[in-house]
């Protein structure tokens, strides 16, 4: 008979899940065999229990599906938190296993137990997870995977945790599992009568603009906005999440709002004409409303279209709220009775008239330094130079850091899930592992990641992850020997708070090697173009060292005069 540990082996398989992201250890002994009974899977070893949970985050975002992730309880699970943490803000779903002691040594004294009896890891996860349970033998395994799968998958969908002892693991199990994702597949639920009242009020407006949230990729409706966009000729803006779930050089694109937003983006959604903003699948936090800019300053009717019920009450009333689906919402607008939907149709050439006039003026800050020639490089050219030469499709995954700014604001993003960032937590160093998971989800796209020095020191002992699976990852350390965005501002308060903020100018390269990757380095930005180009040739892992300048300004003015403005008492 089957074990503990192949039933959920078995399981993920029949979730339609190929790789399992891990660090092996004791408390997790018996899945190791278990694994060799199953040959379609395919484990990734990573260097740190973070790590995998980071790798199983990227998995799930550039996929579509959900990543996993398995370590020892106690200090593995632990190591898991601030990754779990991460997905759960932004939604991801992953699913964290860990092992755990036998049921009848809990509370003895065993090495690393960490069940009820003792550290409970179980409760550290609660907070970060949607679900956080022991399962303590394969009598209930079959259940809780199952609870689990289902808590990890419904909106608004995130982290899971089972805590798997000893007894669960080894056991006999004769459970039949049945697949419970084909369940969520297509599940559009919507208020009806919300959802006719904001169409109601579209049909009746001139200027019309669409914010489009992480709520569209989570509901795959991205070909609908699109559709609906171009049949009314409505200008579309993206949340930073959300970038790439509208084509940033079609003719309707306002490119992103918020930080790192382009002046498009800003123009149109703060102009005084707007009559009607549509926003589908924002939580409207901080970076979302150009730090509440939105809210206080634009004279808009706003509809809000989200599942997420907390995040259409949390962030200030609505004009008008639509409980629901983004992609059920575009359907049924799509559907619409003829006197609505002609309405709409002969407002098109005002609203591209108003169009454009916002696109009049220059879309990017600082375009000049995305072709500057001096030394050190200015991110805004290293970025320039990597999307000149990466495929349209590619995928790219943006750290945490002054780099993350210039990358919002420089880089071109053409379909969903091809820009990706930990956007709301913002753990640094996410993205070099994530790129990992992200590769392995999508083998037929190339993929990089834009990261720094200070995230490098952080988690880039998982390059060598990359490169023992000959993952062909490009790593771009944007090396301005700095915690940039932190300097940025620290420097400006004396010589010791900018000296805490620097950091040594390491090989990368030499490290890079070290792990078994390729290493480049670039200190002429004449040559970016021509190392990038090397670098996807090589069809390998390769850490290229980028020599940056840090005493760079970030292009968030926009966002940065919104705070100022901004007062905690309104």
């Known amino acids: ?69 398995i370590g020892i309880g106690g200090p593995g699970l632990c190591n898991m938190t601030t990754a779990v943490a991460a997905a759960k803000t932004d939604s991801s779903p992953i699913l964290v296993l860990s092992g755990e002691v036998p049921v009848d040594m809990e509370g003895l004294g065993q090495f690393q137990d960490a069940s009820q009896a003792t550290l409970d890891d179980t409760s550290i996860m609660r907070p970060v997870t949607r679900l956080s349970v022991t399962v303590a033998s394969t009598k209930n395994l079959s259940h809780w995977f199952r609870y689990g799968m289902t808590s990890m998958l419904a909106q608004p969908s995130g982290p899971v945790h089972l805590s798997l002892t000893h007894d669960a693991l080894v056991g006999d199990c004769d459970a039949d599992y049945a697949p419970v994702s084909p369940f969520f597949h297509n599940v559009m639920p919507l208020s009806l009568l919300a959802a006719e009242r904001a169409i109601g009020l579209l049909g009746k407006s001139l200027h019309i603009a669409i914010l489009a949230g992480a709520g569209i990729e989570h509901d795959a409706a991205a070909a609908a906005l699109k559709t609906v966009a171009e049949r009314w000729s409505i200008p579309v803006a993206t949340t930073l999440r959300a970038k790439g779930i509208f084509p940033e050089d079609h003719a309707l694109s306002l490119g992103v709002f918020g930080y790192a937003g382009t002046r498009h983006a800003t123009t149109a959604l703060l102009d005084e004409n707007l009559d009607v903003l549509l926003i589908l699948g924002s939580g409207l936090n901080e970076r979302d409303t150009m730090h509440w800019t939105l809210r206080e300053k634009s004279k808009a009717l706003m509809i809000h279209v989200n599942t997420d019920m907390h995040e259409i009450t949390a962030s200030g009333e609505p004009g008008h709220a639509v409980p629901g689906s983004c992609h059920a919402f575009l359907d049924f607008l799509t559907g619409s009775d003829e006197a609505i939907t ?65 990358a919002g604001h420089y880089w071109s993003a053409y379909e969903p899930r091809t820009y990706i960032s930990a956007t709301n937590l913002g753990p640094m160093g996410w993205a ?139």
């Open 1 to 69: 008979m089957a074990s503990g540990a192949d039933f959920v082996l078995d399981a993920l398989l029949r979730e339609g899940i190929s790789h399992l992201f891990m660090v092996p250890g004791g408390l997790i002994d018996p899945l190791l065999p278990a694994l060799a009974r199953h040959p379609n899977f395919r484990p990734i070893v990573a260097a740190h229990e973070g790590g995998a949970a980071f790798m199983a985050d990227g998995y799930a975002r550039a996929s579509g599906r959900f990543g996993a992730a």
């Open 432 to 570: 070099i592992p994530a790129a990992t998971g992200a590769q392995c989800a999508r083998p037929d796209r190339r993929v990089a990641v834009i990261t720094g020095d200070g995230c490098m020191h952080m988690h880039g002992m998982e390059v060598q992850t990359a490169a023992r699976y000959r993952l062909p990852i490009v790593y771009v350390v944007l090396n301005n020997a700095a915690l940039g965005n932190v300097w940025l501002r620290a420097h400006q308060y004396g010589p010791l708070p900018s000296e805490l903020t620097t950091l040594p100018d390491h090989d990368w390269v030499g490290f890079a090697r070290s792990l078994g990757a390729q290493g480049m380095t670039v200190t002429d930005p004449t040559a970016l173009e021509e190392t990038f180009a090397k670098a996807l040739a090589a069809n390998a892992t390769v850490v290229i060292d980028v020599k940056a300048d840090k005493d760079c300004p970030t292009p968030v003015y926009d966002f940065a005069a919104g705070a100022r403005a901004w007062s905690y008492h309104e």
């Open 342 to 406: 002609a309405a709409l149709t002969k407002s098109g050439s005002t609203r591209l008239s108003w169009l454009a006039n916002v696109k009049s003026g220059p879309r990017l800050y600082d375009v000049e330094n995305c072709k500057r020639t001096t030394r050190p490089i200015h991110p805004a050219a290293a970025i320039t130079a990597l999307r000149a030469v990466f495929p349209r499709d590619g995928i790219v995954l943006i750290d945490s850091g002054a780099h993350r700014a210039f």
